[in-house]
């Protein structure tokens, strides 16, 4: 890693550790029901909601109840967006006379949303209309994320109650979320992406005469070209808060009209991931305990940095089979170096490998560059981070509950090898806890493997691939991995817009999004109607540096013994064949 890679590095993990306190601080508060002063004016509107739709903000929920009006509300929105795609074309603000999307890509396209992975096998300035990009998506982003946010919260509620039946109001969670954080969060981002460039207009396409016209394959002489431009910047804000990932155009955060500068780059990568580790604070407080949160972010720090630092090394250091043809790969002052192939250069590669790192450590899968040409271990980074299950970070809300089922895990287990009984902040981990664990840990893997072993074995999920050998599986692997694990990045090499993928990726997302939620929200219901026990001399402290070394090492072991033979005939597979020729 030279110097420069270095410096930009460290500056983004610095910004995004040093914002953590204060806004993980806020978000507290905000559970706790004592209002920063700055929105207070706000809390009447949240009233009003409340009365319009026949909320009592004193009524809580137990488990069951819980989990069924947060599926009930996401199945709700599903709905919704599935018939707004597929009747767009009678409805207004559709400049560009966009058709209705087909049946399976727009289920597909719906549960993807809901669900929070924002998983796209579309162009969307050439598929979505402005209503549906506005009211379908750009809804969904903010209230799926809010949605997983507000499962995390129940859950810490069921460490810090005491024998209660209770762990909450859904409603309540969400419209504080949207309201008090993600919606402030997303207007602030918005104003700043505007005043960079990015598009926020009801205008339509605009035509631009080329500099240098050319004769098409049919005959034709062209001249100009169909801009595309929409209500970019209100979209792109909460895609990047709320760790959704979807782009308004094509080619993602890659796109001029979406990232047009390196201040507009760093802000959408600091975007990325800042709720999903102001949260791990945001925990600490919650649970009166600020250790354990700092605790839990060490954890996933631990686990980011080696693996973004693989990321930006192997792509700095090229293509082994461009050395041995005696290709400068070295960066210069007249050049970056190393593997510059799918970046936009005015970003360079370590911004790239920085994006591609932190959208895959959370479940966010924007990109600014593709990493279907990443070299192949530097693209098994991404690769792994989403196959870790989405922990090291993590979406915002499902990335901190997800880490938190690997430390029950890991109590579990270290109670195990030292004989005393499973605790972690005062409640004894015991068999159901355990059991729901075990599930939200394996699903995920078993939604990917199983994927990606229908779509090798039948044709239909080899007809739309573009790569043979190692390198075409990885696209295949990928495409699983992200789907399963509510990511929505994708290897470019596969045509995943076909009427097979549509649907097991749908499943996967589906699946993936509701069979760790619903056991969270179980854990969250049996801890609280638990007992707190004291501390005492056998209390195993969760918060040393022992045991954050111990949880990152569950966290890998998972993932190696889980992924690691799929990875060799993928990426390992292809690095290898890489060196042999």
Not at 325 to 353: C, H, T, W, Y
Not at 543 to 564: K, N, P, R, W
Request: charged share 10%.
């Amino acid at each position: 890693m030279n110097v420069n890679n270095f410096i930009q590095a460290a500056i983004y993990m610095g910004v995004l550790l040093l914002l953590a306190k204060p806004l993980g601080t806020f978000m507290a508060r905000v559970y706790q029901g004592d209002i920063p002063v700055i929105f207070r004016w706000l809390t009447p509107l949240e009233r009003v909601l409340y009365r319009i739709c026949g909320i009592r903000e004193s009524d809580e929920m137990n488990w069951k109840t819980y989990a069924g009006t947060m599926l009930s509300f996401n199945l709700v929105g599903l709905l919704a967006v599935y018939l707004l795609q597929r009747v767009q074309d009678f409805l207004p603000l559709n400049p560009a006379g966009m058709k209705a999307v087909s049946p399976d890509s727009s289920l597909n396209t719906a549960i993807s949303f809901a669900s929070n992975t924002n998983w796209q096998g579309y162009s969307g300035e050439v598929t979505m209309s402005y209503l549906t990009q506005m009211i379908g998506l750009t809804v969904q982003n903010f209230v799926s994320a809010a949605a997983g946010m507000a499962v995390l919260v129940a859950l810490i509620r069921g460490f810090i109650r005491k024998e209660a039946g209770t762990i909450g109001n859904f409603w309540v969670d969400l419209t504080r979320t949207v309201l008090y954080i993600l919606l402030p969060l997303s207007i602030v981002l918005s104003l700043l992406l505007v005043s960079q460039g990015v598009v926020q207009t009801f205008g339509s396409s605009i035509q631009s005469n080329l500099v240098e016209s050319f004769t098409a394959d049919d005959g034709a002489k062209v001249a100009s070209q169909l801009i595309a431009t929409g209500p970019a910047a209100s979209q792109i804000a909460i895609k990047q808060l709320g760790t959704n990932g979807g782009g308004y155009f094509n080619v993602n955060s890659a796109h001029p009209f979406e990232n047009p500068t390196p201040f507009s780059n760093f802000l959408e990568m600091l975007s990325i991931l800042l709720i999903a580790a102001a949260l791990c604070y945001t925990f600490g407080v919650m649970v009166n305990d600020r250790r354990q949160g700092w605790a839990l972010l060490a954890a996933m720090t631990i686990l980011f940095i080696p693996l973004l630092y693989v990321c930006i090394v192997q792509e700095q250091n090229g293509n082994p089979v461009f050395k041995s043809l005696e290709v400068d790969q070295q960066a210069s002052v007249g050049q970056p170096g190393g593997n510059m192939e799918g970046k936009e250069a005015r970003f360079g590669i370590a911004s790239s490998a920085i994006w591609a790192s932190a959208t895959t450590a959370a479940s966010n899968g924007s990109v600014n560059s593709m990493h279907d040409s990443y070299t192949p271990l530097g693209g098994m980074v991404p690769m792994f981070l989403i196959q870790a299950g989405e922990v090291i970070y993590g979406g915002v809300g499902s990335g901190l509950y997800g880490m938190l089922l690997f430390v029950i895990i890991a109590v579990f287990a270290a109670g195990l090898m030292v004989g005393r009984t499973p605790e972690y902040l005062g409640k004894k981990i015991e068999s159901f806890e355990i059991k729901m664990a075990s599930i939200g840990i394996l699903v995920p893997p078993l939604l990917v493997l199983a994927g990606t072993s229908f779509a090798v074995v039948f044709a239909a999920g080899k007809s739309s691939l573009l790569n043979p050998g190692p390198h075409g599986f990885s696209e295949i692997l990928y495409a699983f991995s992200s789907a399963g694990n509510n990511n929505g990045s994708a290897f470019a090499g596969l045509n995943a817009n076909i009427v097979f993928y549509n649907y097991l990726l749908g499943i996967a997302m589906f699946g993936a999004r509701y069979w760790i939620a619903i056991p969270v929200l179980a854990i969250a219901g049996s801890l609280a109607a638990k007992k707190t026990v004291p501390v005492s001399s056998g209390t195993l402290p969760t918060h040393s540096l022992l045991f954050i070394v111990f949880l990152a090492g569950i966290v890998v072991m998972v993932g190696a013994l889980t992924f690691v033979p799929a990875l060799a005939l993928g990426p390992i597979a292809e690095q290898l064949l890489l060196h042999v020729h």
